[in-house]
Nanobody, 122 residues
């Protein structure tokens, strides 16, 4: 069992940066890949980034490639999403999820956090 809690969201001006954290409880966090997703009002939840269990491979949606960086620290049971050059289209609730692989398919993730709001003002 893994419980996930996101933090670090907030209000930021366009062009600014935020760093989201995903703190995991349980001793099996390092056995799971991690994905970050986001959901804007009226839209489907979409894949943002994913990272393998040992951080050897990362994946990004084209919309965030070059601006966002996913990472994790298994010793601290925490995953991160560094977000730079934010724009209004990045406004959404951001969720972290844990599963067997860092896939874009959200139904393949077993555990989800409650989400953290990111609002980018233009």
């Amino acid at each position: 069992q893994v419980q996930l809690v996101e933090s670090g969201g907030g209000l930021v001006q366009a062009g600014g940066s935020l760093r989201l954290s995903c703190a995991a409880s349980g001793r099996t966090f390092s056995n799971h890949a991690v994905g970050w997703f986001r959901q804007a009002p009226g839209k489907e939840r979409e894949f943002v980034a994913g990272i393998t269990r040992n951080s050897d491979i990362t994946y990004y949606d084209d919309s965030v490639k070059g601006r966002f960086t996913i990472s994790r620290d298994n010793a601290k049971n925490t995953a991160f999403l560094q977000m730079n050059s934010l724009n209004a289209e990045d406004t959404a609730v951001y969720y972290c999820a844990a599963g067997l692989s860092p896939t874009r398919q959200r139904h393949l993730y077993t555990y989800w956090g409650q989400g953290t709001q990111v609002t980018v003002s233009s």
